[in-house]
């Protein structure tokens, strides 16, 4: 019920194609569902995040997809760049409360130049 | 830009050793974290600080587990007595008032239980 699961688990992408990376979760009560990225040697730091009031989100080369009724969301990363090379963790958590995250189990991504 | 500092980088210990981790969060942050990450596993949470108290705690967080903010600046994990599976990556967070949707991590300590 509290499992976020993501795939997959690593991810090769030629330099200026897309990298796709899928979550699903279970628990109804989840309402916050963000994606960090991780750089080797440093704290994950927040990429972009979702509610679920919304399809999709955009920021720059970065977008989230939501899927409520499947229960699953998606980061998609266009164009992609060597610099995007990194791990990546969708999480979850519920709105009301303190940030009691559930991550994903992370995608290795690398950005082949 | 304002960071969330952890010290040390990198610690060694013999297992039944006591260990603390410290975390200087972002200076105006009222919100504060323990996460950690086992070798090529997920983040994991561990607890949530508010007000000088544990808001939250997950089943990981036991009985050797403690966290203190003793001079207003400081984060402290305290581990009392290590075990090996205590080998991880532990990673400060912190928050702003309110609900900012960001949490700002630590670049982590790394414990190696011997």
Known sequence: QQQVKQSPQSLIVQKGGISIINCAYENTAFDYFPWYQQFPGKGPALLIAIRPDVSEKKEGRFTISFNKSAKQFSLHIMDSQPGDSATY????????????????????????? | EPEVTQTPSHQVTQMGQEVILRCVPISNHLYFYWYRQILGQKVEFLVSFYNNEISEKSEIFDDQFSVERPDGSNFTLKIRSTKLEDSAM?????????????????????????
């Open chain 1, 89 to 113: 963790f969708c999480a979850a958590s519920e709105v009301w409360g303190t940030y009691k995250y559930i991550f994903g189990t992370g995608t290795r991504l690398k950005v082949l130049a």
């Open chain 2, 90 to 114: 532990y990673f400060c967070a912190s928050e702003g008032q309110g609900f900012t949707g960001e949490l700002f991590f630590g670049e982590g300590s790394r414990l190696t239980v011997l």
